[in-house]
């Protein structure tokens, strides 16, 4: 809290998870947050203390007052709805569903297949960790991302003409996606996804993230 009074967002958090989805929307927005890092890799998120929290012991939470809230997407689309006239939601009905629209096809249809792929090759026990899988998952992404390749197509943003939730919370999936090198065939998405972290809000990308808590 501040000394005026003023109660102060906490952004849980760990430096190369989802929740830089919810950093870069505070940091848009232009709102004072303070940063509580969770290290997964100590097994913090499994204390007693978060978990009280968030009892599915995971990354980001929010926590504004007395309301705490978990699921990234929801996290921005309440950041954007809390400071609507900030502009990264549109107010006219078909515009807002179109965010809602590619915010979900970025949540099932491109970051699915690459939690597959994270499952398979780094999280599971290697016993556990199927190769076939990994290929389905791969191409997986690839179709559903020929389908933004080509909405992508002449524009800057995913909705209208300026920035909204629906641009951070794919920039990011997209980055997750270089990171696994599935962006190659996908040049519209790839240029799209370095003007968004060109941005002057822009977070540190994923693998600056992952290189910061080695």
Same mark, same amino acid.
């Given at each position: 809290?501040?000394?005026?009074?003023?109660?102060?967002?906490?952004?849980?958090? !760990?430096?190369?998870?989802?929740? =830089?989805?919810?950093?870069? +929307?505070?940091?848009?927005?232009?709102?004072?947050?303070?940063?509580?890092?969770?290290?997964?890799?100590?097994?913090?998120?499994?204390?007693? #203390?978060?978990?009280? =929290?968030?009892?599915?012991g995971k990354l980001p939470v929010l926590v504004d007052g007395g309301f705490?809230? +978990?699921?990234? $997407?929801?996290? $921005?689309l309440y950041l954007a709805e809390k400071y609507l006239h900030k502009g990264?939601?549109?107010? #006219?009905? *078909?515009?807002?569903?179109? $965010?809602?629209?590619?915010?979900?096809?970025? &949540? +099932? #249809?491109?970051?699915?297949?690459?939690?597959? =792929?994270?499952?398979?090759?780094?999280?599971?026990?290697?016993?556990?960790?199927?190769?076939?899988?990994?290929?389905? &998952?791969? *191409?997986? !992404?690839?179709? /559903?991302a020929a389908v933004m390749e080509a909405h992508m197509q002449g524009r800057? !943003? =995913?909705?209208?003409?300026?920035?909204?939730?629906?641009?951070?919370?794919?920039?990011?999936?997209?980055?997750?996606?270089?990171?696994?090198?599935?962006?190659?065939?996908?040049?519209?998405? !790839?240029?799209?996804? #370095?003007? /968004?972290?060109?941005?002057?809000? &822009?977070?540190?990308?994923? &693998?600056?993230?992952?290189?910061?808590?080695?």
């Amino acid at each position: 809290m501040k000394e005026d009074g003023e109660i102060v967002i906490q952004l849980y958090e !760990f430096a190369p998870t989802r929740s =830089i989805r919810v950093r870069w +929307t505070l940091q848009e927005l232009g709102v004072d947050f303070e940063s509580v890092t969770v290290n997964l890799a100590a097994g913090e998120h499994r204390s007693p #203390e978060f978990l009280k =929290i968030n009892p599915a012991g995971k990354l980001p939470v929010l926590v504004d007052g007395g309301f705490a809230l +978990t699921e990234s $997407v929801a996290i $921005v689309l309440y950041l954007a709805e809390k400071y609507l006239h900030k502009g990264l939601l549109p107010t #006219e009905l *078909q515009q807002r569903a179109q $965010v809602n629209r590619w915010l979900l096809f970025a &949540a +099932t #249809e491109l970051e699915q297949p690459l939690w597959r =792929i994270t499952r398979h090759t780094a999280l599971y026990p290697e016993h556990l960790r199927l190769t076939a899988d990994i290929s389905l &998952a791969r *191409q997986d !992404f690839k179709d /559903m991302a020929a389908v933004m390749e080509a909405h992508m197509q002449g524009r800057l !943003f =995913i909705v209208g003409e300026t920035l909204t939730v629906a641009d951070l919370v794919s920039a990011y999936t997209l980055d997750w996606a270089n990171e696994v090198q599935l962006l190659d065939d996908f040049p519209q998405l !790839f240029a799209y996804m #370095e003007r /968004m972290y060109a941005r002057s809000n &822009a977070p540190p990308r994923i &693998a600056e993230a992952l290189a910061s808590i080695n």
